[in-house]
Structures are given as C-alpha cells and as structure tokens.
C-alpha cells in the first residue's frame, strides 16, 4: 500500500508529482488561506507522511491524532513551528531545508538594510503621493553605509554570507554567537563581541539567530537602550526574538534611529500593529527566501526528505 501524504499549502507541481510517483498525495489548495486547524486535525489521523510550512502549529495536541505518522517535513529552516520533542517521543522525524536559502536570505537581508538606511520606502511614498516639489540638500537623508559597523547577532550560514557582502562596502563587521568561529574571523576579516559591546559599537544590527526560549525577546528594552541614537535595527531571523513593544518605544522616543523587518511575532501581522505606523521602520511579509528559483529549491528538498524517511533511508537534514 502506498504511504499517504498531506501537503499543507500549494507548491509547483513538479514537485507534487515526484511525491506521486510513490505516495497517495492530498494537497491544501487555497493558495493564500492557511490549511484551517480543525482540517489539519482531520487529515493528521491517516497519513504517513506531512509536508508543511511555519503556517502551520505541529503540537503536541495535534500529534496525538496522528496514529500513523512517520515524518514531518518543514519547508524551512527553522522548525519552532514544531515540537519536536513530542514527535521524538512518538517516534517521528522531523526535517528542514537549510542551505538552499542561504544566499537569497543574506541578499534580502543586505537590501532590507540599505532600503532602511536610505529611507527608500518613505522617499517612494513621497514621490508618489505629490510631495516632491523641488530638491533640498537635506531632504530624506538617511545613514551611510559604507564604511559603517555592521553587528551580527547569529552567526550561522546565512549570518557569514552577510558578512561577504558587507566587506564589499568596506564595513567593520562584529559577530556575537554562541560559540566563537575563529575560522570566520580569519578569512572574513570579523570581529566577536559579547553582546552588550556589540550593541554598543554596531551602526546597524542584523538578528539572524534562530529562534528559541533562550533567544525569545533577546533585544528588550535594555539592548535596545545600549544602541546607537543613529543605529539601525534589522530582523530576518524571527519576530519573537525582538521585543516588539519595546522596539516601538525606542523607535518612536528616538533612541534608536530606524528598524527594517521581515519577521512579527505574530504572523501574518495585523494592519494595525503599532510598528507599521512608524514612518521610520521598513515592513516586509516575510520573504526572505522568496525568490523564484530558491521557493523551489526548498520545495524540492523537503521533498526530498519526506520520501527518503518514508522509504526508510536517513533524510539528510532531519533535525531529531
């Protein structure tokens, strides 16, 4: 009998057809709706294998329907959309798809700060609003970049592909980490920091850590205190990992000058949140993988893990 597979959101159908030719495939189809809790719940009960998002909550309660469940594959890097002590107990595993998005996430990461330190967002809304009425030497001036302080917070892969590009407009680049990489700091040239220094030399701050209890709000109201009045705060990495509240209060008394975000605690985020008021913070809806050819990499590769787990092989990037 062929394994039975749920997939939780639409993905290319090349990809859904290399699943067919060895499982029973049922597909979410609503291309902007996440699959509905109580449909999850449903569908959990009979399959073999889940191929799901960070949509998606993979809890404890959820796991107790699943009688039959042998791997779930997460389109992404992180995985705290899982608990993946629960599927370990029950003898499930659990993968991901690091690497492929490795280079594409740094990229959005480096506009996300150029955008935010040119003020690019507010100077499109000026224009196309009818604002522009004559140049002036100080109008929408912003922070340079070049020759600036970058602090990573997170220095994995995507955190050492930043750093390439950030030598390449001659910046200082700090890095705090759990561990240090000394090999990194030979060959890019980089700098560790324990945090609160980091926080205080950085021009801008890039959080690219994964998310975890230990990192839930690691940027507070004192880290924030600790920045630079002109710095620049950005998160690619996930939205719980930065105070929200108290990033808004340092954004708006100016003790910090600006943040660029693709991530929100909570997600998607609210039209009205607080932050999106703010003229000098850069919202994006979480694309930092979101190019073309990288969305099907990741596809491809979670793929790949669902069939090697069903078929008994070790996947490659299972996380349990």
Request: negative net charge.
């Amino acid at each position: 009998m062929r394994p039975k597979v749920y997939i939780t959101r639409r993905i290319p159908s090349a990809v859904v057809a290399k699943i067919q030719e060895v499982c029973e495939v049922e597909m979410w189809q609503e291309e902007d709706i996440p699959v509905p809790r109580e449909v999850l719940e449903d569908k959990v009960k009979d399959i073999d294998g889940l191929y799901c998002l960070l949509t998606e909550s993979i809890d404890e309660s959820l796991l107790q329907r699943a009688n039959k469940l042998k791997v779930i594959s997460n389109m992404a890097v992180g995985f705290n959309n899982i608990d993946v002590e629960a599927a370990t107990q029950r003898g499930i595993i659990v993968t991901n798809t690091p690497g492929v998005l490795t280079e594409t996430t740094a990229d959005l990461t480096f506009a996300l700060l150029m955008a935010t330190a040119r003020r690019l967002v507010e100077a499109s809304d000026y224009l196309r609003e009818g604002s522009w009425k004559t140049w002036s030497p100080m109008l929408l001036t912003g922070q340079d970049v070049y020759g600036a302080t970058l602090g990573i917070i997170g220095l994995g892969r995507i955190g050492e592909s930043l750093a390439k590009r950030a030598k390449g407009f001659d910046m200082r680049v700090l890095y705090h980490n759990r561990s240090r990489k000394e090999q990194a700091e030979q060959v890019l040239g980089l700098e560790y920091k324990e945090l609160d220094a980091l926080l205080k030399q950085s021009d801008f701050v890039c959080v690219l850590t994964p998310y975890s209890p230990e990192t839930r709000n690691l940027i507070g109201e004192r880290e924030l205190s600790l920045m630079k009045s002109t710095a620049i705060l950005i998160n690619t990495a996930r939205g719980g990992i930065v105070d929200e509240a108290a990033l808004y209060q340092a954004l708006s008394n100016g003790a910090i000058w600006a943040a660029g975000l693709d991530v929100f605690e909570e997600e998607p985020v609210k039209p009205d949140h607080p932050l999106l008021t703010l003229p000098n913070v850069v919202t994006l809806p979480h694309i930092g993988s979101a190019s073309i050819q990288t969305r099907t990499k990741m596809a491809e590769l979670a793929a790949l893990n669902l069939l090697q787990a069903l078929r008994g092989e070790g996947p490659a990037h299972r996380v349990n």
